[in-house]
């Protein structure tokens, strides 16, 4: 590789991941394991280990049919990131941080369960588990 060649891609490095800050300190009340279901039988998974450390897995069918390597989650601008720099899956937007609910009610196919922790993440609820 050329200096030049180098020097951009450290640029680029530079420009895409400033500013991201670790889960773990950034917004540690997201550590937890939360699903939203789109269907009955159709959910979508995003783990934080305690470590910062997570993946997203999408089951169909009541099986798992796609998911993302393990990576560090980063947080910027109330939004979460899976790896400071990533093609295959776009930040989640976070509408809501995680809060307990009061009382229990059905979003969509999520029940929220009163005393329950929940998030909204691209206009979605997801419900922790675990």
């Not at 159709?42 to 393990?70: F, R, S």
């Not at 990533?86 to 009061?102: M, N, Q």
Request: aromatic share 14%; with cysteine.
């Amino acid at each position: 590789m050329t200096r030049i060649a180098v020097g951009v891609c450290s640029f680029c490095l530079l420009v895409f991941s400033c500013g991201k800050e670790e889960l773990s300190t950034g917004a540690p009340s997201l550590i937890g394991v939360w699903i939203h279901y789109s269907a009955e039988d159709a959910w979508e998974k995003v783990t934080i280990e305690e470590d910062g450390t997570g993946n997203v897995e999408w089951y169909t069918n009541n099986k798992l049919h796609k998911d993302t390597k393990v990576k560090r989650w980063y947080v910027e601008d109330n939004e979460l990131y899976l790896g400071k720099v990533t093609f295959s899956l776009k930040p989640y937007r976070i509408d809501e941080y995680p809060v307990t609910a009061g009382s229990t009610y059905i979003e969509n196919f999520d029940t929220i369960t009163t005393g329950q922790r929940y998030c909204v993440l691209n206009n979605f609820f997801f419900v922790e588990k675990g």
